[in-house]
C-alpha cells in the first residue's frame, strides 16, 4: 500500500523556517522577562565601563595616569562614584517649578534604555530549550523606534533647564532643542538611503539585507553624515555646547546634584551606546561577522554577540578619541555644519541613491558622473560663500570674520546739553572752592 502524499499548504508552510518575528512571538513570558531584565541592564553595565575606559584612555593620550586610586589599577573608579552620588547633598533651587525639576531626569534616562530593545544582538540561538532570538521585539518600523526613543531625551533636557529658575541652564536647554532639531533632520535623511536598499523598516531585516555587503561602504555619504550626527545628537565633545562649561557653567544641569545629575550622566552614556549599537547596526552588518555569509559557522549561535560587541566598542572609542583630540565648536560653526553642509549633501545623495535604485545600469554610471559632479559644485559653492570678504570700510576685521573697532579710534565728542553743562560747572565750582581753602 503506498504512503498518502498530502499537497496541503498548511504542511508545507509548517515546514518553512520561522521568521524573526514569528520567532519573538511565540517566546514564553518568562523568556520575555529575561530578556528585558538583560537588555535594562546593558546601558547601566556599559555606563560603568565606560566611565572607567574613557577616564583612562584619555589620561594615556595626555601622557597622565587618569584614575589609579580605587581598587586594583583604579579600575573601581565608576562604582567609588555610583556610590558617592546617591549621598551628596541635594540642593533644590528656590525659583525651581519642582514638579517639572524633579521629572526631567526621567525624561531623559528611560527612553535611553527602552531604546535598545528593537536592536538585534543576534541571531537564532537556544535558551533552556527554546528557539529564539536575541532580540526583545522585532518591529516592522524599529527603525523609527529607536529615533523616537533617542530623540524623546531632549525633551528632559529643555524642562531641565527651564525649570531650574536659572539664566545658566535656560541657555543650556535652548542650545540642546537647537541642537537636536539640526541634527535629527541630518540623521533621519542618512538613514532614508539605509531604508531604499534594505526596503525594510525593521532592524532584522536591515542586517540581513547586508550579508552581500555592508552599507558602511556601500552607503559611505550616509555613513559618514550618521557619524557626524549622532555626536552631535549625544552632547558629546566637541558638540558639547547644551553643557559647555566655559560658557555656561555647566549647561542644563547646573542646579542638579546627587541623583538627579547621575540620571543626567546615565542618560548621556546610554546614548551613545544606543547611537553605536544603531550603527552597528545600519551600517557595520549588525551581528554579522565580515565577509561571509549567514550560513558561516562564525555567524552561527552565540559567537555574533561578541562581533556585535566588538564593532559597538570601536565606536564608542570613536566618542572618546574625539573628546580627547578637538576643540569645542563655536556655536554658529556647529549650527552652519548641520544646515549649510550636512543637509544639502543628504539630499543630494538620496537623489543619487533613488536613481541607482531605479535606471540601469548603463543610466547608474550617468547618475553616478552626475552626483559627483553636484556635489563637487555644491562644494566649491559653499567654500566660495566661506571666503567672501566681509566688508571693512569702517571697521578692520579679525581671522575669525569678526569686526572689532581699530586700536585708535577716538570717541567723538557728544555736545553737552544744559542739565549736563550746569552739572559740569557745578562740579568745577565745588572743585575750585576746595582747592581754594586748602591753600588757605
Not at 543626567?264 to 551606546?273: H, T
Not at 551581528?287 to 565606536?315: A, R, Y
Request: with cysteine; glycine share 8%.
Amino acid at each position: 500500500m503506498t504512503p498518502l502524499v498530502s499537497s496541503s499548504p498548511l504542511l508545507v508552510q509548517a515546514q518553512e523556517p520561522l521568521t524573526r518575528a514569528e520567532l519573538l512571538a511565540d517566546d514564553p513570558w518568562w523568556l520575555v522577562l529575561v530578556k528585558a531584565i538583560v537588555i535594562l541592564l546593558i546601558g547601566p553595565l556599559l555606563t560603568i565601563f565606560l566611565i572607567v575606559w574613557e577616564r583612562k584612555a584619555i589620561g594615556r593620550m595626555q601622557n597622565r595616569p587618569g584614575p589609579n586610586r580605587v581598587g586594583p589599577g583604579g579600575y573601581l573608579q565608576s562604582l567609588a562614584d555610583a556610590v558617592k552620588l546617591p549621598f551628596k547633598e541635594q540642593i533644590i533651587p528656590d525659583t525651581a517649578d519642582r514638579k517639572v525639576y524633579f521629572l526631567a531626569p526621567v525624561l531623559s534616562a528611560v527612553p535611553a534604555l527602552i531604546a535598545l530593545s528593537a536592536i538585534p544582538f543576534g541571531p537564532e540561538v537556544s535558551i533552556f530549550g527554546q528557539r529564539t532570538v536575541l532580540q526583545l521585539v522585532d518591529l516592522p518600523v524599529g527603525v523609527l523606534v529607536v529615533l523616537a526613543c533617542s530623540s524623546v531625551g531632549v525633551y528632559g533636557i529643555v524642562l531641565a533647564g527651564w525649570s531650574s529658575g536659572s539664566p545658566y541652564p535656560l541657555f543650556g536647554g535652548l542650545r540642546s532643542a537647537a541642537q537636536v532639531i539640526s541634527y535629527e533632520i541630518a540623521m533621519g535623511l542618512s538613514l532614508v538611503a539605509v531604508v531604499l536598499y534594505a526596503r525594510s523598516l525593521s532592524t532584522g531585516d536591515i542586517v540581513n539585507a547586508q550579508q552581500h555587503g555592508w552599507y558602511f561602504y556601500l552607503l559611505l555619504p550616509s555613513f559618514v553624515i550618521y557619524l557626524i550626527s549622532m555626536v552631535g545628537e549625544t552632547n558629546r565633545a566637541p558638540f558639547d555646547l547644551p553643557e559647555a562649561e566655559s560658557e555656561l557653567v555647566g549647561g542644563f544641569h547646573t542646579e542638579y546634584s546627587s541623583m538627579k545629575f547621575a540620571m543626567f550622566f546615565l542618560a548621556e552614556y546610554v546614548n551613545m551606546v544606543i547611537v553605536s549599537a544603531f550603527a552597528t547596526t545600519l551600517f557595520l552588518g549588525g551581528w554579522m561577522f565580515p565577509f561571509v555569509g549567514l550560513d558561516s559557522p562564525l555567524n552561527k549561535g552565540w559567537l555574533p554577540i561578541i562581533w556585535f560587541f566588538v564593532k559597538l566598542f570601536v565606536l564608542l572609542f570613536g566618542f572618546i578619541w574625539l573628546r580627547a583630540t578637538l576643540p569645542r565648536f563655536r556655536y554658529d560653526q556647529f549650527m552652519k555644519l548641520g544646515w549649510k553642509v550636512l543637509v544639502p549633501v543628504n539630499l543630494v545623495w538620496i537623489v543619487a541613491v533613488v536613481s541607482f535604485r531605479t535606471i540601469d545600469n548603463w543610466g547608474i554610471k550617468i547618475v553616478v558622473g552626475g552626483a559627483i559632479a553636484v556635489l563637487v559644485a555644491v562644494t566649491a559653492a559653499l567654500s566660495v560663500d566661506a571666503k567672501q570678504p566681509v566688508r571693512t570700510d569702517s571697521v578692520p576685521v579679525t581671522g575669525g570674520g569678526y569686526p572689532l573697532p581699530p586700536l585708535d579710534l577716538k570717541v567723538p565728542e557728544v555736545p553737552e546739553r544744559g542739565a549736563a553743562r550746569k552739572r559740569r560747572r557745578r562740579v568745577a565750582k565745588t572743585s575750585e572752592h576746595a582747592q581754594i581753602g586748602s591753600e588757605s
